[in-house]
């Protein structure tokens, strides 16, 4: 499977960028509900990991928070490879947008 990889800094603690990355998923089931399917997510510490289905595509990551940046990491679909650059872009933007102050 193809792999995707976005990083983002921020200025956060720790604890609280965790905090906003998890909420994020919270958000985006109440959001997207109706696109996304069987979403997990598991916690550990500062770092995660998901999967769920969208469009007939199953994607699936991890999620690392370290004091200085949020790591997403992620396999896709050989189907879902022409998208790779949209889903990295929107997963950047938004992730600047939540890390942000």
Request: charged share 25%; hydrophobic share 35%; aromatic share 6%.
């Amino acid at each position: 499977m193809p792999k995707m990889s976005v990083r983002v800094p921020h200025h956060l603690t720790q604890t609280e960028a965790t905090s906003r990355i998890r909420n994020l998923i919270g958000e985006l089931k109440r959001k997207f509900g109706d696109r996304i399917q069987n979403l997990q997510e598991t916690w550990s510490g500062s770092g995660g990991t998901f999967s769920f289905e969208t469009m007939g595509f199953k994607l699936s990551g991890t999620l690392s928070v370290s004091p200085s940046e949020v790591q997403i990491d992620g396999s896709l679909p050989f189907a879902a490879l022409p998208f790779r650059g949209i889903v990295e872009e929107a997963i950047l933007e938004k992730a600047k947008d939540l890390l942000s102050n």
